[in-house]
């Protein structure tokens, strides 16, 4: 089966919108699909089953664009159609310019269309005018979603319910949606290694993410200066991204010296084997997988209880959520987790079992399925 995965940001591993596409793609290819993939990588022209769509060019904005990782693919029709030619089924990863394009058109060719739900209305409109917070404004970026382009996708694959629920709250409707995770590698475990020197003596905090607004570091940053505990206290913060600077200011200012570091794959296991107590501060989320890889390395989770995130739910008692970015909380909760250590390993026993339901091959095997159903439901058509 011809399987084209459109892709209109790809490019580094440093986000889980490209994460997750390109375990789709892995995970397409094993079963046997020939995979096309869309994606705006001018270092991918020439290779095989790559279409490679120019990048928009934000003028003098264009500095800021690059500082966030990220190129965004401007849509040209001629290499959409020859990538969608003779394609039995589209997986497009989000509702961006090309996306828009891509649905529009393979509805118009009858090809079946699957589509990822990874974009919250909330990381749109945190970088306008501070409208996070704005069920109008929010709603009204979900409502232009299902009109350009949900309403023309024949299965629309959510990670979590939580996403599913907002979404169909605010278009008013019911969509043809499958609940899958997009799963945690079973990699990740908890190993027998050795802690780094520095850190014999401390209480290493973890938190993985990408440095930007939504991610919410600054709050974890705040309530470890006010832990009773703070001189015991390593924070590691592991990401990259364009709010680093700032971050960095925010940290020194209270006197506090966390790492700030991108681990690969291989390090970030083995951090999270190191640590003591893994913190997700951040307060808009699809899924957070980062989350449950950090549950599966064996740590107890203090998460953000905000109405905006679907990690919440990840929470199984009361003391591994902390009140909705509130610093002074946060603090409270860590303190409570330095001081009572066998009810944390009594916690980290609770969660040995859960995080079973995200095993990533089963998770991957859900979704090699979603897409070859959806290729089952050929249209007719159009003159």
């Not at 299902?146 to 299965?155: E, P």
């Not at 043809?176 to 050795?194: A, E, H, T």
């Not at 989320?285 to 905000?306: F, M």
């Not at 998770?363 to 070859?372: A, D, G, Q, R, W």
Request: glycine share 6%.
């Amino acid at each position: 089966m011809i399987v084209t995965v459109i892709c209109d940001v790809l490019g580094k591993p440093n986000n889980g919108t490209t994460i997750a596409a390109l375990h789709l793609i892995e995970a397409l290819k094993k079963a046997g699909d020939e995979v096309r993939v869309v994606c705006p990588d001018a270092e991918r022209e020439g290779e095989d089953f790559f279409y490679v769509l120019p990048r928009y060019n934000f003028g003098i904005f264009q500095p800021i664009v690059d500082h966030n990782g990220v190129g965004l693919a401007k849509p040209k029709a001629s290499t959409l159609i020859e990538a969608l030619k003779g394609t039995d089924e589209v997986h497009i990863m989000m509702p961006f310019p090309a996306g828009l394009k891509t649905v529009k058109m393979a509805h118009e060719m009858g090809i079946p269309v699957s589509a990822g739900f990874h974009v919250q209305a909330e990381n749109v409109t945190a970088h306008f005018f501070n409208l996070i917070r704005s069920t109008r404004v929010n709603r009204g970026v979900y409502k232009w979603m299902w009109k350009h382009f949900y309403q023309y996708v024949d299965t629309i694959h959510y990670p979590t319910s939580f996403i599913e629920g907002v979404f169909e709250k605010a278009i008013g409707k019911k969509t043809p949606g499958v609940v899958i995770s997009n799963g945690v590698s079973r990699d990740f475990k908890k190993l027998d290694v050795k802690r780094l020197p520095e850190w014999e003596n401390k209480f290493v905090i973890v938190m993985t993410g990408r440095y930007s607004k939504e991610k919410n570091q600054k709050l974890l940053i705040k309530a470890v200066a006010c832990s009773k505990h703070k001189d015991d206290i390593q924070l590691v913060l592991a990401g990259s991204g364009p709010r680093l600077e700032e971050l960095q200011k925010e940290a020194k200012k209270r006197g506090l010296h966390p790492l700030f570091k991108f681990y690969s794959h291989p390090e970030l296991i083995e951090l999270l084997s190191m640590a003591d107590l893994y913190v997700h501060a951040s307060r808009v989320e699809i899924e957070a997988i980062s989350c449950l890889e950090a549950i599966a390395s064996g740590l107890t989770p203090l998460i953000n209880d905000s109405p905006l995130s679907a990690t919440k739910t990840f929470a199984l008692t009361d003391k591994n959520l902390f009140k909705e970015d509130s610093f002074k909380d946060l603090a409270s909760r860590i303190d409570y987790w330095i001081e009572h250590p066998l009810e944390r390993k009594k916690n980290q026993e609770l969660y040995k079992t859960y995080v079973g339901q995200f095993d990533f091959d089963t998770c991957m095997e859900k979704m090699v399925e979603m897409v070859h159903e959806t290729a089952k439901l050929k249209k007719d058509k159009k003159a």
